[in-house]
T-cell receptor, first 108, second 113 residues
Framework: RKEVEQDPGPFNVPEGATVAFNCTYSNSASQSFFWYRQDCRKEPKLLMSVYSSGNEDGRFTAQLNRASQYISLLIRDSKLSDSATYLCVVNNLRDMRFGAGTRLTVKP | DTEVTQTPKHLVMGMTNKKSLKCEQHMGHRAMYWYKQKAKKPPELMFVYSYEKLSINESVPSRFSPECPNSSLLNLHLHALQPEDSALYLC????????????FGSGTRLTVV
């Protein structure tokens, strides 16, 4: 079983749609959690950290459920520029483990 | 300076060549990492340096040799690579190992011919 599992996607949505990504992790000792965004042929860039209390940054909301070992990312009012691969990342104190990524394409 | 700088951006090398990838950060981060990423796959950890000492080697073949000359620099020496080693090599840094998010460099796209 992979340490971090994500929805395989791809997600193809129209502009303005709301889209949700889900992720589960297997290591209960994991300490910190992130969503990264990666554009084609570019490096991953930190989108947001994820906290148990939930956190919001504009159109993006991230949530962590430690009991279920589940992480989510919600994108509201999606824009063309949101098209990218979204990587769920878990830090288990030893290193960061990446999910396989979910490809999002937002269409006009 | 909040960047991780990697050079070169692109590299083509033959299987008998020796080359080096370089990574530099001036954020005072004490942990630095090398990742390998194949197309349509997530990054895979290769090496972790913490306070300039190698702390994790993910069973990487010896044809890849990391080096950390000081707290700002990380090198990856390449020798006798195979075509299947062609990939995007990403350097990252963080304040320390542990709970911190990573900052990635833009990567070196390596092609082995």
């Amino acid at each position: 079983r992979k340490e971090v599992e994500q929805d395989p996607g791809p997600f193809n949505v129209p502009e303005g749609a709301t889209v949700a990504f889900n992720c589960t992790y297997s290591n209960s000792a994991s300490q910190s959690f992130f969503w990264y965004r990666q554009d084609c042929r570019k490096e991953p860039k930190l989108l947001m950290s994820v906290y148990s209390s939930g956190n919001e940054d504009g159109r993006f909301t991230a949530q962590l459920n430690r009991a279920s070992q589940y992480i989510s990312l919600l994108i509201r009012d999606s824009k063309l520029s949101d098209s990218a691969t979204y990587l769920c990342v878990v830090n288990n104190l030893r290193d960061m483990r990446f999910g396989a990524g979910t490809r999002l394409t937002v269409k006009p | 300076d909040t960047e991780v700088t990697q050079t070169p951006k692109h590299l083509v090398m033959g299987m008998t060549n020796k080359k080096s990838l370089k990574c530099e950060q001036h954020m005072g981060h004490r942990a630095m990492y090398w990742y390998k990423q194949k197309a349509k796959k997530p990054p895979e950890l290769m090496f972790v340096y913490s306070y300039e000492k190698l702390s994790i080697n993910e069973s990487v073949p010896s044809r890849f040799s990391p080096e950390c000359p000081n707290s700002s620099l990380l090198n990856l020496h390449l020798h006798a690579l195979q075509p299947e080693d062609s990939a995007l090599y990403l350097c990252a840094s963080s304040q320390e190992t542990g709970s911190y998010g990573y900052t990635f460099g833009s990567g070196t796209r390596l092609t082995v011919v």
